[in-house]
C-alpha cells in the first residue's frame, strides 16, 4: 500500500497571513490631471480582485483603465477610477469608503455601503424563468395581494429568459417574513404564476430565502441564477470554416468577426495557451459598458479561474480584455469543451447587461404596491421590461427601467406620457439604448483622444514594479467600470 504525506496546514493561516499582510491602499490623486490612481498591493487570495473591483463599482466609481498583476501569492494592481461626471474623486468621505471597502472585511463594508439599493434586512425572492409580457406585474400583483411589501428589486432577461432578486418584508410590521407557513404560501403563489404560460418540462425555479449578513452580492448573484438557468447555451460562435485557423473569435449573437473588427460590435472571446508560462490567455472584445469590467472578473471567479495577470483598455467604444489565467487547480484551459463553456459564459456575462429600449428613470414616494402599479401601467400600455432596477433611499423609491413595446422598439411619445400621468410620479425617459452601435461612445472615452494609440500594448509578465505598472496602463484607453 502506497502511503503518502502531505503537509497540515493550519486553516487560520490564511487568517494569519492577512493580518501580517493586510491590503496596502494608495490613492493618487497628483499623477494625473483628470483621473484619480487607485493602487492595491496586498497578500493575495481566491476572488480578491473580484471584492476590489467590487468595491469600486458599488461606490459607483467608473474604472477607466486598470493592470492587474497577482503572480506570486501577491496582488498588485492599479485602477484608473473617476465619478459618474468624469472628475477626479476629490470627496473625503469617498475616499475614506474606497479605503476602507478594500482593506476591511466583507461584513464591514456593508456597513459602509450596501450594494446598489439592496435591503439587507429583507426576505430575498429568487426567480429564474421564461421571460415574457407582463411576468414583474403578475408577480408584484400577488405580492400585494400576500400582503409583502417590495423594498428593493432586480431584475435582468437575456437570450429570452429572466431572473430577478426581490427584497420583501412583511407588510404588517415591516420585518422579513420568517414563518415557514407564510412562506410556503408566498412561494407556492409565484410558482404557480411563473407556472402558468411556460411549456412542459421548461426550465423556472422560485425559491425565498432569509438574508445574512456576508451573503452574496446581488449583481453577482443574478449571474449565478441565469448561468443556472442556462441562459449562455443560446450564445453562438463563429462555425469551422472561419478565417482565422487557430486563433478563433467566438461571437455572440451568430455574427462573425473577420475582417472589418472596427465595425462589429458583437462580443468575442479569444482563448489561447501561452506555452512558456502554462496561463491561458483569454481576450474579451466588446462594446464599451458601465459595470463591464465587473462582470467579466465575477465571471471567471465563479467559475474557479484564477486570475493572475490582466490588462485592460478600451479604444472608442471598443473595449478589449485580456487576461491570463489558470483553473484553481492550477491547469490550464485544456479541453475545447471547457474552452467553448467559458466562451459563452464570457459572452453571456457581457450581453446581460446590455440595455435594449428606453430607459426611463422613476423617483416618487415610496408606498406599498408601488412596484405593483408600476409594472402594470406598462403592461396595460403594451411595454414589455428588459431590464430594471427599484430601491428606496429614504422616503423615496427610486428606480430605472429599460422598456420596449410588444415590436421590440422604443415607446412612442404618445405612449410616455400616458405612462407618465398614470403612474403619476416623476418619470425622466433617458433617450439612450445601447443596442445602437453608434449610441455606445461616451465623453468619458473621448476625454483621453490626447493618449491616442495606433496598437494595443500587449502584456508583459516580467514587468511587476509599480513604476512600471503606471507607465504601462497610461498607455490604455478607458473602461467603464
Known amino acids: 500500500m502506497d502511503i503518502t504525506y502531505r503537509p497540515y ?8 497571513i492577512e493580518r501580517i499582510h493586510p491590503p496596502r491602499v494608495c490613492i493618487d490623486n497628483d499623477t494625473y490631471p483628470d483621473c484619480t490612481l487607485v493602487k492595491v498591493d496586498s497578500a493575495n487570495k481566491q476572488g480578491m480582485l473580484l471584492d476590489i473591483v467590487q468595491v469600486l463599482t458599488d461606490l459607483d466609481l467608473v474604472i477607466s483603465k486598470s493592470y492587474i498583476s497577482s503572480d506570486g501569492g501577491w496582488l498588485m494592481d492599479v485602477f484608473h477610477a473617476t465619478d459618474q461626471q468624469g472628475n477626479k474623486i476629490t470627496d473625503e468621505s469617498l475616499l475614506h469608503n474606497i479605503e476602507e471597502g478594500i482593506c476591511a472585511s466583507r461584513r464591514a463594508y456593508r456597513e459602509i455601503r450596501p450594494s446598489t439599493l439592496m435591503s439587507i434586512e429583507s426576505t430575498a425572492l429568487e426567480m429564474t424563468g421564461m421571460d415574457r409580457p407582463g411576468l414583474m406585474s403578475e408577480m408584484s400583483a400577488v405580492l400585494v395581494e400576500l400582503g409583502c411589501r417590495i423594498s428593493a428589486a432586480m431584475v435582468w432577461t437575456h437570450n429570452s429568459r429572466a431572473a430577478c432578486i426581490i427584497y420583501l418584508e412583511d407588510d404588517s410590521n415591516g420585518k422579513p417574513i420568517t414563518d415557514p407557513c407564510r412562506v410556503a404560501q408566498v412561494q407556492a403563489q409565484l410558482e404557480n404564476v411563473v407556472e402558468a ?3 412542459d418540462n421548461e426550465r423556472r425555479s422560485v425559491r425565498l430565502t432569509a438574508t445574512v449578513p456576508g451573503q452574496t452580492h446581488t449583481e453577482r448573484r443574478l449571474h449565478q441564477l441565469m448561468v443556472a438557468d442556462g441562459d449562455y447555451k443560446m450564445c453562438s460562435c463563429c462555425g469551422s470554416d472561419c478565417d482565422h485557423d487557430d486563433d478563433v473569435y467566438y461571437i455572440g ?11 462589429c460590435y458583437g462580443t468575442h472571446v479569444k482563448i489561447e495557451k501561452c506555452n512558456e508560462t502554462g496561463y491561458s490567455i483569454v481576450t474579451v472584445r466588446s462594446r464599451d459598458r458601465p459595470k463591464l469590467l465587473f462582470d467579466t472578473v465575477c465571471t471567471l471567479t465563479d467559475m474557479q479561474y484564477i486570475v493572475f495577470h490582466a490588462a485592460i483598455s478600451s479604444k472608442e467604444s471598443i473595449a478589449v480584455q485580456e487576461y491570463y489565467v489558470r483553473h484553481r487547480s492550477g491547469r490550464p484551459l485544456d479541453s475545447e469543451d471547457e474552452k467553448h463553456l467559458v466562451t459563452q459564459c464570457l459572452i453571456a456575462a457581457t450581453e446581460r447587461r446590455i440595455s435594449h429600449g428606453l430607459k426611463l428613470d422613476i423617483c416618487t414616494e415610496n408606498r406599498t404596491g408601488l412596484l405593483s402599479d408600476i409594472t402594470r401601467v406598462f403592461r396595460e400600455n403594451g411595454l414589455s421590461i428588459t431590464r430594471a432596477e427599484i430601491g428606496t433611499r429614504g422616503e423615496r423609491a427610486v428606480g430605472t427601467f429599460y422598456v420596449k413595446d ?3 422598439q422604443n415607446a412612442n411619445p404618445e405612449t410616455l406620457e400616458t405612462v407618465r400621468r398614470e403612474i403619476g410620479s416623476t418619470v425622466v425617459a433617458v433617450n439612450k439604448s445601447l443596442s445602437s452601435p453608434s449610441q455606445a461612445t461616451t465623453s468619458r472615452t473621448s476625454r483621453s483622444n490626447s493618449r491616442e494609440i495606433q496598437e494595443r500594448p500587449r502584456f508583459s509578465l516580467g514587468s511587476l514594479l509599480w513604476s512600471h505598472l503606471e507607465r504601462i496602463s497610461s498607455n490604455f484607453r478607458p473602461i467603464k467600470s
Open 253 to 263: 449573437h451568430g455574427s462573425r468577426y473577420k475582417t472589418q473588427k472596427k465595425e
Open 406 to 408: 410588444t415590436s421590440g
Open 197 to 199: 404560460h411556460h411549456y
Open 9 to 16: 496546514i493550519d486553516p487560520d493561516f490564511e487568517v494569519l
